[in-house]
């Protein structure tokens, strides 16, 4: 089982035909279920209040100051129903991934490396987490073994720059995760075909067909 959630003013359909679009045909695997959320509507102070699909509030689109922390643990006590119902119909918590696009990226980190630590691994594609992140906090306290990061960004990245999601790779792997970031020069804030094809290579090699049958 894999989740992907999408950027802010996005749907799950909407992230599923955009990534279809790119490939040409459905992101699909024998082995593996995926699962497309969206956000439920909420007030988003960048866009002055008006409602929108996003997974938590911003004070502003910026590294550089504090998370909306009460929208963030509103997010991740919904999603952790989600995992909850893929564990209830059968599916082990080391066979689900969970992963995102820009804000997507930024709320699968905080879900799993704040309150799912066992899960198979995270991948955040274009996002990032605030200087003083409490995904930081939670893993200055932690001594059990990390799920793995695959991080995506292009480097021509206007609205979330390249250098913010560099640097909470840089600290993700400061403190214990196993990390990579793939750079695609020119790449705004956007997938890119190559980028999808590398994250599915990854996917299959941390969910691998040979355990499929407990999946």
């Known amino acids: ?39 439920p ?27 909306h922390i009460e929208s ?8 952790t129903d989600l995992i909850n119902d893929e564990i209830k119909n059968g599916i082990a918590k080391n066979r689900i991934l969970i992963g995102g696009f820009s804000m997507g990226g930024g709320m699968a980190m905080h879900l799993a490396y704040r309150f799912h630590q066992d899960l198979a691994g995270v991948f955040a594609l274009s996002s990032f987490l605030n200087k003083d992140s409490a995904v930081y906090q939670a893993l200055q306290r932690n001594e059990s073994v990390l799920p793995e990061l695959f991080q995506c960004h292009g480097t021509a990245d206007e609205l979330v720059l390249y ?11 400061s403190l214990g995760v ?9 790449l705004n804030h956007e997938l890119s075909r190559t980028e999808i094809e590398k994250l599915k ?9 040979e355990a499929a049958k407990t999946n």
């Open 1 to 39: 089982s894999f989740t992907l959630l999408c950027d802010s003013g996005d749907t799950g359909q909407g992230a599923r035909a955009w990534i279809k679009q790119i490939l040409n045909q459905d992101m699909a695997f024998q082995h593996i279920k995926v699962i497309y959320p969206t956000a």
């Open 41 to 67: 509507a909420r007030p988003y102070t960048p866009m002055k209040g008006a409602l929108s699909t996003v997974w938590f509030d911003r004070y502003k689109i910026s590294n550089d100051c504090a998370e």
């Open 72 to 79: 963030i643990d509103y997010m991740c006590r919904g999603l």
């Open 163 to 173: 250098s913010w999601g560099e640097e909470t790779n840089k600290m993700l792997k």
């Open 178 to 186: 196993s990390t990579s970031l793939h750079t695609f020069p020119n």
């Open 201 to 209: 290579t990854w996917i299959v090699k941390k969910l691998p067909v």
